[in-house]
């Protein structure tokens, strides 16, 4: 059974300073795995995908995340955050056999200026 | 041109009553889905529809009922609502499959459902 894990409900940072936001996952298969950005009052929008091509995933906005297989980790980092960075993250996983796609509980990232 | 659209975006009812939430998408996908998100945003699939058969079921009660005309289409109606079906409401549309094969989701902005 596939299952997500967002370490963190809320993350809070300064402006101009580097984000990270945990997301652990565990698979019966290789998985699929996404981070979803949801600002407020509006939907789900697509940070960055993995599907078992590079580890290293870049996106968009200036988010990354790595593939760790060994630790079953997909982090999701950004160097530097912005003030419109502020919104609800999801991890995802999805293992490819035909099920739906398991979201997080979600990660509230605060930005102070 | 907005991709996945939905009405309304906000519905205030009567528990008892009858309601349908509409969702149209014009990316030419193959699937299209219900999500429910809770007060405490947790997201939880409740339907997904490719070329208009009824692939997931996510055993929510069956006072829900999809109904999707077309491939651009798909519907939620509730039946005699409650209390604890107030959330808010997200349809979304993949190119394949249930997006489990890295085909995003394209979200559309929610409908917030309140029943009194």
């Known amino acids: 059974a596939q299952s997500v894990t967002q370490l963190d409900s809320h993350v809070s940072v300064s402006e101009g300073t580097p984000v990270l936001l945990r997301c652990n996952y565990s698979?019966?298969?290789?998985?699929?795995l996404f981070w979803y950005v949801q600002h407020p009052n509006k939907g789900l929008q697509l940070l960055l995908k993995?599907?078992?091509?590079?580890?290293l995933v870049k996106g968009i906005n200036g988010f990354e995340a790595e593939f760790k297989k060994s630790e079953t980790s997909f982090h999701l980092t950004k160097p530097s955050a912005h003030m419109s960075d502020a919104a609800e993250y999801f991890c995802v996983v999805s293992d490819g056999a035909g099920t739906a796609l398991i979201f997080g509980k979600g990660t509230t990232l605060s930005v102070s200026s | 041109d907005t991709a996945v659209s939905q009405t309304p975006k906000y519905l205030v009812t009567q528990m008892g009553n009858d309601k349908s939430i509409k969702c149209e998408q014009n990316l030419g996908h193959d699937t299209m889905y219900w999500y429910k998100q809770d007060s405490k945003k947790f997201l939880k699939i409740m339907f997904s529809y490719n070329n208009k058969e009824l692939i997931i079921n996510e055993t929510v009660p069956n006072r829900f009922s999809p109904k999707s005309p077309d491939k651009a289409h798909l519907n939620l109606h509730i039946n005699s609502l409650e209390l604890g079906d107030s959330a808010v409401y997200f349809c979304a549309s993949s190119q394949e499959g249930t997006g489990d094969w890295g085909s995003p989701l394209h979200f559309g902005n929610g409908t917030r459902l309140t029943v009194t």
């Open positions: 698979s019966s298969y290789s998985p699929s």
């Open positions: 993995y599907t078992s091509a590079a580890t």
